[in-house]
């Protein structure tokens, strides 16, 4: 499969000429099954323009982590929503209260968006619970990890090759130990062993000491919490909004040395990762 990243930026669309190189738009990576199948990853800011590249496509699949603005934003401009020959199908967390097409249409419904859910031709809702599931030819497994809200990570396998997607998450939170016990490590089993973690990597551990519990990861805890998983390669996403290019640069600098076992990747807008 193939991965490329439209939206890597978290928490709020940060487009200007200092957020060009890493991105601007939120959360949205597309994946390419060996099928050629259209899986995106969140939709975010960056989905409208992924959108306009998927005309021919007749079948398109969006998992979402959570429901968070900056993963969902992106939805009412997607134009294959509102495409009747494209079948979507929108994957999130299940809620114990409202299903995931009646929390999307708070926001797909006035005042907040002029059109309602049920105006739209061909949308199918999925509540995932932590479980495992098929789409074309990729193997899916989604697990609840630690962040505000009921938030799933992925991990997509096919043929042996596995990508895992975490890209809110706070793994040392909730875990005296860390990073020394693995097994009671938010996300640990879903990362096992990837090919390539696409993790959130939001804050300087300066930042992170007044952000705890908000649910990202700081620069030192991901460079442990990639070590312990024994990822070959990690790709650094969900960038903070007030992060330029440069910082975002000295940051990677100074991950490089605390970077064992694996690549370490600038999760840039426009990269494509063959897995
Ligand atoms: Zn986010
Ligand atoms: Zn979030």
Not at 166 to 190: I, K, M
Not at 255 to 264: A, I, Q, R, S, V
Request: hydrophobic letters at 40%; charged letters at 20%.
């Amino acid at each position: 499969m193939k991965a490329t990243l439209w939206g890597t930026r978290g928490s709020i669309a940060a487009a200007g000429p200092d957020t060009v190189r890493y991105g601007g738009d939120t959360s949205s990576v597309e994946l390419r099954t060996k099928n050629n199948r259209a899986v995106i990853l969140d939709a975010g800011s960056a989905i409208r323009r992924l959108g306009s590249t998927l005309s021919e496509e007749t079948r398109v699949d969006i998992l979402l982590s959570h429901l968070h603005m900056d993963h969902v934003q992106g939805l009412p401009f997607f134009a294959p929503l509102l495409d009747p020959n494209i079948e979507v199908h929108i994957w999130g967390p299940i809620s114990t209260t409202r299903t995931l097409r009646s929390r999307l249409a708070r926001y797909l419904s006035p005042p907040l968006f002029p059109v309602r859910v049920r105006e739209l031709p061909e949308v199918v809702f999925h509540d995932v619970p932590p479980s495992s599931f098929e789409i074309d030819s990729l193997h899916i497994s989604a697990d609840l990890i630690t962040h505000p809200g009921a938030t799933l990570g992925y991990r997509i396998a096919e043929d042996g090759a596995v990508l895992t997607y975490l890209p809110d998450h706070e793994p040392a939170l909730g875990c005296r130990e860390f990073p020394n016990a693995p097994e009671w490590t938010s996300g640990y089993d879903l990362a096992a062993n990837s090919d390539v973690l696409i993790h959130d990597a939001q804050y300087t551990d300066e930042e992170y000491v007044g952000r705890v519990g908000w649910g990202h990861t700081c620069a030192s805890q991901l460079a442990v919490f990639a070590e312990m998983t024994a990822a070959k390669r990690l790709v650094t996403f969900h960038h903070d909004p007030s992060h330029s290019d440069e910082m975002l640069d000295d940051i990677h600098e100074e991950l490089k040395p605390l970077t064992n076992g694996y690549e370490l990747i600038a999760g840039q807008v426009g990269l494509t990762i063959e897995i």
